[in-house]
């Protein structure tokens, strides 16, 4: 996968995206952004994308403006076959979100009772400029980027989806970290009459389900807070109103609907750590030489898939996004620090 820092002026959103995409977007979008400077892959493969299908939710104007404003800034990965953005029908009927119960379709069916307007996010612990703030302004001073990353989650079963939202270090800077802060720490919301699987006596969860990264990761320009997919606000079963997307790692790292935000010096457990320390770690680094206890890794079905056609894949390191974050963890036991 290639990826070049490009200045402003280099290319335009044309340059990398296929023609189909552009002008469907260009429907929605209502003009033409150019893109700035940071990540973009001059690698265009999704000729396949076409978001006029997709079902528009009901989201605030604010975030209706936020996401017409997108720059397509994305990165794109590389496999023109294997790589197909994946229908935004799997990717918002197939998902794990214990809140709402531990089946795949148990989200999409249940997560109509979330409530994700008004929505805040506590930004607190080692900085000097945190608080209570609305989500609208936690995304005003960002410009909204698409990002088409792949999905694989530690079950072996993996997704290509384009995301849209801001980088996670714009928010981060902005609080001013101070010199203690060594991770980050992200909290769901808690709200056991929104979230009936957060009523359950059988769950193995201790909620709020909690999720942490070293800061040099969380400031990583591929680690994404997403408000949308497919070009519309995130549906609730995929995290609404606001969830992280870290795509070198296993889809649990990626926390959904998130209320909290704090950085902290000490390494965070994170909650499938907790359940389970030897078949879950903190890093959570995609990585086909190190197998789960309990299945391998090296291959994952990329959904969708089927009986007949089951689309197996190599699983790729860093799923994919090795060349951006191998040197994160150089000199790193990644045996050790699954
Ligand atoms: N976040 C919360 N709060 N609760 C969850 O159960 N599941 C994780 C992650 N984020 C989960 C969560 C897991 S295991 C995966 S694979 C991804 O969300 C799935 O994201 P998707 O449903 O959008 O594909």
Same mark, same amino acid.
């Given at each position: 996968?290639?990826i070049? %820092?490009?200045?402003?002026?280099?290319?335009?959103?044309?340059?990398?995206?296929?023609? =189909?995409?552009?002008l $469907?977007?260009?429907?929605?979008?209502?003009?033409?952004?150019?893109?700035?400077?940071? #990540?973009?892959? =001059?690698?265009?493969?999704?000729?396949?994308?076409?978001?006029?299908?997709?079902?528009?939710?009901?989201?605030?104007a604010w975030?209706?403006?936020?996401?017409?404003?997108?720059?397509?800034?994305?990165?794109?990965?590389?496999?023109?076959?294997?790589?197909?953005?994946?229908?935004?029908?799997?990717?918002?009927?197939?998902?794990? @979100?214990?809140?709402?119960?531990?089946?795949?379709?148990?989200?999409?069916?249940?997560?109509?009772?979330?409530?994700?307007?008004?929505?805040?996010?506590?930004?607190?612990?080692?900085?000097?400029?945190?608080?209570?703030f609305? #989500? /609208?302004? %936690?995304?005003?001073?960002?410009?909204?980027?698409?990002?088409?990353?792949?999905?694989r989650?530690?079950?072996?079963?993996?997704?290509? %989806?384009?995301?849209?939202g801001?980088?996670?270090?714009?928010?981060?800077?902005?609080?001013?970290?101070?010199?203690?802060?060594?991770?980050?720490?992200?909290?769901?919301?808690?709200?056991?009459?929104?979230?009936?699987?957060?009523? =359950?006596?059988? =769950? !193995?969860?201790?909620?709020?389900?909690?999720?942490?990264?070293r800061?040099?990761?969380?400031?990583?320009?591929?680690t994404?807070?997403?408000?949308?997919?497919y070009?519309?606000?995130?549906?609730?079963q995929?995290?609404?109103?606001?969830?992280?997307?870290?795509?070198?790692?296993?889809?649990?790292?990626?926390?959904?609907? %998130?209320?909290?935000?704090? !950085?902290?010096?000490?390494?965070?457990?994170? $909650?499938?750590? #907790?359940?389970?320390?030897? /078949?879950?770690?903190?890093y959570?680094?995609?990585?086909?030489?190190?197998?789960?206890?309990?299945?391998?890794?090296?291959?994952?079905?990329?959904?969708?898939?089927?009986? @007949?056609?089951?689309?197996?894949?190599?699983?790729?390191? @860093?799923?994919?996004?090795?060349?951006?974050?191998?040197?994160?963890?150089?000199? !790193?036991?990644?045996?050790?620090?699954?």
């Amino acid at each position: 996968m290639l990826i070049n %820092i490009a200045k402003p002026s280099d290319l335009t959103e044309a340059d990398v995206t296929p023609e =189909s995409i552009y002008l $469907s977007r260009r429907r929605f979008m209502g003009g033409v952004v150019g893109l700035g400077a940071g #990540l973009t892959l =001059s690698n265009p493969t999704h000729a396949n994308a076409d978001y006029s299908d997709v079902p528009q939710g009901d989201s605030p104007a604010w975030l209706k403006e936020k996401i017409s404003g997108t720059e397509w800034r994305a990165i794109t990965p590389d496999d023109p076959d294997k790589d197909k953005i994946a229908p935004y029908d799997d990717a918002s009927n197939y998902n794990n @979100f214990y809140e709402f119960g531990t089946g795949k379709t148990d989200p999409a069916r249940r997560a109509g009772s979330l409530r994700t307007e008004p929505w805040s996010v506590v930004i607190d612990g080692e900085v000097n400029n945190g608080g209570r703030f609305a #989500l /609208e302004d %936690i995304a005003k001073p960002s410009q909204f980027e698409e990002r088409i990353y792949r999905l694989r989650c530690v079950e072996a079963w993996s997704m290509v %989806i384009p995301w849209l939202g801001i980088p996670l270090a714009d928010i981060i800077q902005r609080a001013e970290p101070t010199s203690k802060a060594k991770y980050v720490r992200f909290e769901t919301l808690v709200d056991p009459e929104q979230m009936p699987g957060q009523r =359950s006596s059988f =769950s !193995l969860i201790d909620w709020p389900y909690v999720e942490g990264l070293r800061l040099d990761e969380a400031m990583h320009p591929l680690t994404l807070l997403a408000m949308g997919m497919y070009g519309r606000e995130l549906p609730n079963q995929n995290g609404a109103p606001l969830r992280l997307v870290v795509p070198w790692k296993y889809g649990f790292k990626s926390i959904k609907s %998130i209320v909290r935000i704090t !950085l902290v010096e000490e390494q965070p457990v994170n $909650s499938w750590q #907790l359940i389970a320390p030897n /078949e879950y770690g903190f890093y959570a680094n995609v990585n086909p030489e190190v197998d789960h206890p309990r299945w391998s890794q090296a291959t994952e079905r990329r959904l969708p898939n089927s009986l @007949f056609s089951p689309n197996t894949i190599d699983t790729l390191m @860093f799923n994919g996004y090795a060349d951006e974050v191998a040197e994160l963890y150089a000199g !790193l036991d990644l045996k050790a620090n699954y």
